[in-house]
Structure formats: structure tokens, C-alpha cells
């Protein structure tokens, strides 16, 4: 799991007069755009190649104002490493794709509409503030999950909106007034939708905490601005959505044998309800549990909400901050997780890819230890090729597409020491890319390989903190 980092946006989204939240609002003024490092010479070559090489442990030098990065990521994966990335530096973006229909995310879309924000409150409840008492109790509220059993859950939720559960300890007056008054306007969003039952089974509190605040604004990014203040990350962070709207989002793919798959988690993660006549809020991520698709996929793209093929093909608009922000970094990042559900949906809009192509700056791909669902049989190549394909829109409409080499998006891949995944260094040669750095891995509670976090950002900052 990892984070990136990014230089700042401005954030000039103000909450209405009347809406009691009390919180400090940002300058309108833009912040300045941070000059951009020149390229890090690479750690680490592949064999044969005339890159240069390093000797790893060269230090940082102190005086060298924080480097900035933009991550394309999904609100799983790339979580772990979050908190080793705020030792580093914190002047990140994260973008995060705003079409997930698993879990609690699916109930909170299917009875109230709207974008999913699942992966983005994922995001800023681990980058929340730690350094109080009551910065902990506003961590351990928002990142709560409601018990599996239904009926359990829904007489947790009432404790908790009613504000007689013990997750309110250590959350004081201020505090404990502004969530809580978002928690009772989604409660009283879904008693107005008497003709839906709405199930709380293992829902997240810090997802309807969010929901309340979109609704209330009308905006996402006024939900998230809000969300970011009352969890306390830090100033010189965000997490953007790529995609900034109030409408609900359907992600479809384009299988090699023409089929098409609707609804992220379908692709992803097929859900099996634990309780007869419930839809499931638990996602199983577990690759070894995991079908195999019946062919590889070729693309992904946006559908209506109610589409089933490609004539129901959509072509929502990117969020121009998101553009903002990859023009000025240092650093674009591509983070290791569901490679065509997490990371493609954000790099197939309109203008991420000629962006990108332009910018010259370091652009690092981070691979999967394993294989999952999407990407049986894939090799470090196969995932070059299908970030390319997907920035390039090349199996999409014939005049939108671009024909950029692989060079222009990716310049280093760090892999994992061990990782399942075929790291095929020749045909990454055959595409240019000749810097490869691996680091070590380990293995979580479920004895899955993931990056050793203090390995992965170690290999990032040798990248970009070199002479």
C-alpha cells in the first residue's frame, strides 16, 4: 500500500453561512506554484541497459523544500502506506475514482443517489490527525463499521445518531455537534425515502457522515472540504475525486472476447450475501477466493446508470483540479491496487493522458505483489501496456485517441522482491523504460504480500531526492 505526494491546490470552496459547522475556511487566493525539481537521476537499471546506477542510502538534503506528488489510487491498496508517507513528506494529492459499488458505498447510492465515497473517506480518515486525544476519538468515529447482522447494526446506528454510544467519548461540544448534525440530516434523508429499506450492515459511519454533507451542500467538493476539516489532515494534502459530481457513476469493461461487464465490484469483487434477502456490504478481496474473468480485459469506460452496453457509454468530465495539480508536481505517481477498477477509471477521462504525456517530471509505476481478478496472467509489461492504452484511449472513439509512447507515462517501476507478478525486463526494454527498483515486501494478518511501507517510501524518495 502506498501515498504520494503533490504540490497544493487552492481550495477555495467556502460552506454556506447557515450551515453551523463552525470551522475555518481557506484563502481564495491560489497558493504559488512550487518550481519543479530536475529530474532524479534512477537507483536501480535493468541488466544490459546504459541507465545509470546509484548506490541506495543516498540522504535527502535538508534544506530542499518538501517534494510534491499526485497519486492515482483506490481507497484499499494503497492505504497502508499512508502513514509512512506523512513522515516523508505530506504535500500530496490523492485522486480517487468516485465509481465503487461494493460494500456500504452500494446501499448509501442505491436508496440516496449520487457519486460512491467509499474510497475517499478511506483516504482522509488515514490521513486524519493523531496528535490529540480528541484527534483519535474523531478518527476511531468516522472509521467505525456498524456489525454485519442487520438488526445489529441498525440498533448500533441509533446509539451512535442519537449520540449515546461510547464512540462519543473524548469528541467534544464543537465536534461532536458538527458530525452529529450530519449524521441526523442522512438519517432524516433516508426516513423521506419510505418506499426504501435501507440496510446498515457494516456500514461506515464516516461514509454517512459524508453522504449527509454532499446532500446538505449539493457539492462533493464542499462534502469533502468539510470532511477534510473536521478529521484534521494535514493543510498541504488533498484528496480529490476525479470525477466532481453529484450523480451517480457506473464503471463498465470491454472484455478482449467483446463482452461487457457492468458495475465496478462485477469486474472486481462479485459480492454473495451472508444473510438470506440482504445484498452484502462485506467485499471479499481475497484473490485466491476470486473467479477468474472470462477473458482479459481490453478497456474500461463509464456507462449510464441504467445502461447495459456500449451504446450506454458515457464521457463524464474530469475534475480540472485534478488537471491543476498534475501540471505543477514533482511526481506523478500510478499506486499499486485494483489495476482496471482503482487506477484506470481515473486515467481514462479527456485530458489526463495529454497532460500527463507534457508534463516532465518523474512518473512511477508501483506493481502489485499478487495477481487478482482483473489481472491473472499479467506481466510488469502487460500493466505498462494497459495504463498506456488507457491514458492513449486507444480502444475508444478512433478521434479522441492518442498515440503517445509508453515513455511518456511511466519512467520508473518499482516492483516487489518476491512479488508473484513476472517482472519481463525485456520487454520492458522493448517499450524504454529501463529503470526498475525493488523493494522488500511482507505479509499482512492474512498472510497476502504487500510492501514493507518503510521499503516503499525509502525507494520513493530515492527517486526523488537525488542529486
Not at 462519543?168 to 450530519?182: H, L, N, Q
Request: with cysteine; glycine share 6%; proline share 7%.
Amino acid at each position: 500500500m502506498t501515498s504520494f505526494l503533490a504540490a497544493p491546490l487552492d481550495a477555495s470552496l467556502r460552506l454556506p453561512s447557515d450551515s453551523g459547522a463552525g470551522l475555518a475556511l481557506p484563502s481564495t487566493a491560489k497558493a504559488p506554484a512550487r518550481k519543479r525539481a530536475p529530474p532524479p537521476v534512477l537507483s536501480m537499471a535493468i541488466k544490459g541497459s546504459n541507465a545509470p546506477v546509484t548506490s541506495p542510502g543516498q540522504t535527502e538534503q535538508s534544506c530542499s523544500p518538501p517534494p510534491s506528488m499526485l497519486v492515482f489510487s483506490g481507497g484499499t491498496a494503497f492505504n497502508g502506506v499512508v502513514e509512512e508517507l506523512k513522515k516523508f513528506t505530506t504535500h500530496v494529492t490523492h485522486v480517487l475514482p468516485v465509481s465503487d459499488d461494493g460494500g456500504s458505498t452500494a446501499e448509501i447510492v442505491r436508496v440516496l443517489g449520487g457519486p460512491a465515497v467509499g474510497d475517499i473517506r478511506s483516504r482522509c480518515v488515514r490521513l486524519a490527525d493523531e496528535s490529540s486525544v480528541e484527534a483519535l476519538a474523531v478518527k476511531r468515529l468516522l472509521g467505525h463499521r456498524l456489525p454485519l447482522d442487520p438488526v445489529h447494526a441498525k440498533a448500533e446506528w441509533y446509539t451512535i445518531v442519537e449520540g449515546e454510544n461510547h464512540l462519543w467519548e473524548g469528541v467534544s461540544g464543537p465536534y461532536r455537534e458538527t458530525i452529529r448534525a450530519f449524521l441526523v440530516y442522512f438519517q432524516n434523508q433516508i426516513l423521506c425515502r419510505s418506499n426504501e429499506h435501507f440496510c446498515f450492515s457494516n456500514g461506515s459511519i464516516g461514509n454517512f457522515f459524508f453522504a449527509g454533507a454532499r446532500i446538505f451542500f449539493q457539492s462533493l467538493e464542499a462534502a469533502i472540504f468539510l470532511f477534510s476539516r473536521v478529521s484534521q489532515i494535514p493543510i498541504d494534502s488533498y484528496v480529490l475525486p476525479v470525477i466532481c459530481t453529484n450523480d451517480r457513476l457506473t464503471l463498465g469493461c470491454e472484455l478482449q472476447n467483446d463482452s461487457i461487464i457492468r458495475g465496478q465490484n462485477q469486474i472486481s469483487h462479485p459480492l454473495v450475501s451472508e444473510y438470506p434477502g440482504e445484498f452484502s456490504h462485506c467485499v471479499n478481496k481475497d484473490p485466491h477466493l476470486e473467479t477468474r474473468l472470462p477473458a482479459t480485459i481490453k478497456r474500461i469506460f463509464y456507462m449510464s446508470s441504467e445502461g447495459t452496453d456500449l451504446l450506454h457509454e458515457v464521457f463524464p468530465a474530469v475534475n480540472p483540479t485534478v488537471l491543476e495539480h498534475l501540471s505543477r508536481v514533482q511526481a506523478i505517481v500510478y499506486g499499486m491496487g485494483s489495476l482496471f477498477t482503482s487506477i484506470c477509471p481515473s486515467l481514462v477521462l479527456h485530458g489526463v493522458g495529454e497532460i500527463i504525456a507534457r508534463q516532465c517530471c518523474l512518473k512511477i509505476l508501483i506493481l502489485n505483489a499478487t495477481h487478482d481478478r482483473e489481472t491473472f496472467g499479467m506481466s510488469a509489461s502487460d500493466f505498462v501496456v494497459s495504463i498506456c492504452n488507457t491514458l492513449n484511449r486507444k480502444h475508444s472513439d478512433p478521434r479522441k485517441t492518442l498515440n503517445f509512447p509508453a515513455t511518456m507515462y511511466i519512467n520508473y517501476i518499482i516492483v516487489p522482491s518476491g512479488g508473484s507478478i513476472e517482472v519481463d525486463t525485456k520487454a520492458l526494454l522493448s517499450l524504454g523504460i529501463n529503470r526498475v527498483i525493488s523493494v522488500k515486501i511482507m505479509h499482512d494478518e492474512k498472510d497476502r504480500p504487500i510492501y514493507e511501507p518503510k521499503a516503499l517510501i525509502q525507494a520513493l524518495k530515492q527517486i526523488i531526492i537525488s542529486p
